[in-house]
């Protein structure tokens, strides 16, 4: 690896964004994505402020941060109250309400980092003529930003890595000095190498049976086609299933190992899984999973996401028109107003965060997929972590379990293990951890 040239510390457009994630509220290093999502309902007023004050953009896209607005070299805190007065006042305390300030500066914010990787990406084109973009590093979680790379930059194909942040330097690491220092050449078969990003522990079902009968769990275990057919009609009755497959993912984004999936085509989806199933704010937005040989049938992209890395816009043939009284909503009013046919993974600008979903990588999860089709004539369902707000990814089958009971899923399913909501032992509600989080 020859670096070409670099941009450095403290002039970081990771930290620049991290900046603003803590000014509106959120928690650094974790929240940047719920910045990312907010964008849609705001306007991006500050957009020119930022660019006056906090940034000197070039037009190769390289810049310098002014640092009289910034205190994350030298205090506790990532702004300062400099940054305050820009903005008209205080940081917004995490859990208070959010304001349509915070959406339009998440707007703006969010305008500014697409532009800068943008312009660096035409840079990088025209400096070394490569066609194909490899991208990692916690900025390349900005899926928005991914998306216009591949739909406006130079590049014919871009490549992100699954696990882009920290997790991805210390693989990066590993291979750096298993190629270099063991000397064991790179061996470049054409295709991704890194087989879905399932790369964590799996569990067999002797280990399952005894976790789950350890936690007296009731339970049924079906072959695949049986847990298939069985799981399609409970998603087209509109019941939230906890999907727990294969070996775990890596990297921040839940791929189909360990999910919580939905049918897409539901109103109430997204307010339901919200609120009464990950226990976080409402503006979130949730993803598609699609089987990847139909993806542009729904989403404007002709290629594969199977990281979930890339927004694409929903088909415009698939979008519902906005009446003229629902143009004229502001901020948060916008999230009620269905916006396509599959309402419950369409952003409110019209856009999702697309992951396709291959049979070579993950045969199960697209035989459901296949399922859900033949049943609904849809072939994408809701996909997110299988997690509560605050709480790591579940990993072992009782983690699944213990997740399952303190939410309103209907249904879980540890490989080849069906478990229904009303069949499980009565146990008092345990709501303490929610104090934490400060939810109702």
């Known amino acids: 690896l020859t670096p070409l040239w670099e941009i450095d510390f403290p002039h970081s457009l990771g930290l620049l964004y991290s900046a603003f994630t803590y000014f509106t509220g959120f928690k650094v290093n974790s929240g940047e994505y719920k910045l990312m999502g907010l964008a849609p309902y705001g306007e991006p007023k500050y957009t020119d402020l930022i660019l006056e004050h906090l940034i000197d953009l070039k037009d190769d896209g390289t810049f310098k941060l002014d640092m009289q607005y910034f205190n994350y070299c030298t205090g506790l805190t990532m702004t300062n109250d400099k940054f305050a007065e820009l903005f008209g006042g205080p940081a917004r305390t995490s859990e208070t309400e959010i304001t349509q300030r915070e959406m339009d500066i ?58 882009a942040g920290d997790a991805g330097g210390a693989l990066g690491a590993a291979l750096i000095a298993w190629h270099e220092y063991h000397d064991k050449p790179r061996q470049v078969n054409g295709h991704d190498a890194m087989q879905g990003s399932y790369l964590g522990p799996r569990y067999q079902a002797d280990e399952i049976r005894a976790q789950l009968d350890a936690q007296g769990a009731v339970y049924e275990e079906l072959d695949d086609a049986a847990l298939t057919g069985r799981l399609g009609a409970v998603l087209t009755d509109e019941k939230v299933v906890g999907w727990f497959q294969g070996r775990m993912e890596f990297g921040p984004r839940s791929l189909g190992g360990r999910s919580i999936i939905g ?112 049943l609904s004539g849809c072939s994408v369902l809701v996909n997110t972590s299988f997690n509560v707000r605050g709480e790591p990814i579940v990993c072992t089958p009782e983690d699944a379990y213990r997740c399952f009971m303190r939410t309103e899923m209907d249904v879980l399913v540890v490989e080849n293990f069906i478990l229904a909501k009303p069949d499980q032992p009565v146990r008092e509600q345990d709501d303490s951890w929610k104090e934490e989080f400060a939810l109702d």
Not at 131 to 153: F, Q, T, Y
């Open 263 to 374: 049918d897409p085509r539901s109103s109430k989806m997204q307010s339901v899984m919200n609120l009464k199933i990950k226990y976080r704010e409402s503006f979130r937005p949730f993803a598609p999973a699609v089987l990847a040989e139909d993806v542009s049938e729904y989403f404007d992209l002709d290629r594969p996401s199977p990281y979930m890395l890339i927004v694409a816009p929903v088909k415009e043939s698939l979008r519902t028109p906005m009446t003229a009284e629902q143009q004229q909503l502001f901020g948060i009013e916008k999230l009620n107003v269905p916006r396509s046919k599959i309402p419950a993974i369409t952003h409110v600008d019209y856009s999702a965060r697309v992951q396709t979903v291959h049979a070579d990588t993950n045969p199960k999860f697209h035989a459901l997929l296949e399922q859900f089709k033949a």
């Open 106 to 163: 998440a707007a703006s914010i969010q305008k500014v980092t697409e532009e800068v990787v943008l312009r660096l990406a035409r840079t990088l084109h025209e400096e070394t003529g490569v066609d194909n973009l490899c991208l990692a590093g916690g900025v390349a979680l900005n899926c928005v930003a991914n998306g216009r790379i591949l739909r406006e930059g130079p590049f014919r194909d871009i490549w992100i890595q699954p696990a």
